[in-house]
């Protein structure tokens, strides 16, 4: 396992453990390995090309902060302190898929008691917070390296980047241009305005009257985004009210109602 990848899991299990606990958890780089009888998570990608990892996690350490997440004064049983890392392990591995740039999900694929890890760690972290009976120490090791997956998900960014620069270069005027002509815009038909005062306004009802000081024969504004584009005559269109456009703005004032 890379420095960079345990440091980086190392964080977010520590995120993970202080929500559990409600309280800050201070981590710090320890040559103390966990020794003796230890609780070892294997680590696994869906792809066997990224390797296997290996977090062990000291006995005490894991039952100081079972026990604490519980609210137990006694040592809780394996099978608490089993069931409290995997889950503090699922979350932490299922954050570090968020917060990378290669998106590979990472699982336990085992946890159980060993006597020792299986092979060397390449980095260890002790972590301490408010109400623990001892630190925990944790230990980083195996061959999982996502190096790669970075590599591979840069050059995916990169080409797709190449690929929208290449289409918005190809792209022309008329091309823009069509994609907005398909916007769908609200338009409406203005048979008047006026204004009343307050005192009107609070008296009114069925049967009132409103004068707005227009002929019926005087043509209608037609507008889109509260800007008159054109003006037209009420008629009947297969029984519905429609409008028989008489007379329009110019094309510019058009194209400045729809940026409005």
Not at 208 to 236: H, M, Q
Request: hydrophobic share 45%; net charge negative.
């Amino acid at each position: 396992m890379t420095s960079e990848l345990s440091a980086a899991l190392a964080s977010e299990l520590a995120g993970v453990i202080g929500a559990l606990l409600d309280t800050p958890v201070v981590t710090n780089p320890t040559e103390v390995r966990p020794s003796g009888r230890q609780w070892v998570a294997v680590i696994k990608s869906d792809s066997s090309a990224h390797g296997v990892g290996e977090i062990c996690f000291d006995e005490v350490g894991a039952a100081s902060v079972t026990a604490l997440i519980m609210g137990l004064n006694d040592t809780p049983p394996d099978a608490s302190i089993l069931d409290t890392l995997r889950e503090a392990l699922t979350q932490a591995l299922s954050s570090y898929k968020e917060h990378s740039t290669h998106g590979v999900l990472l699982r336990v694929a085992q946890l159980d008691t060993k006597e020792k890890a299986s092979g060397p760690a390449v980095a260890g972290c002790m972590f301490e917070a408010a109400g623990m009976a001892a630190p925990l120490l944790v230990s980083f090791g195996g061959s999982l390296d996502l190096s790669m997956a970075e590599e591979a998900s840069a050059a995916d960014a990169a080409a797709a980047h190449a690929v929208v620069e290449r289409s918005s270069s190809e792209e022309t005027p008329a091309d823009r241009i069509d994609v907005i002509l398909d916007i769908d815009l609200p338009l409406i038909v203005r048979f008047g305005r006026t204004e009343l005062p307050l005192r009107t306004l609070a008296r009114m009802g069925p049967g009132s009257l409103i004068d707005l000081g227009r002929s019926a024969d005087d043509p209608v504004d037609v507008l889109v985004s509260n800007r008159v584009v054109a003006r037209g005559e009420v008629v009947i269109v297969g029984g519905n009210y429609g409008v028989r456009i008489l007379d329009v703005v110019s094309p510019k004032e058009r194209i400045r109602s729809m940026e409005a």
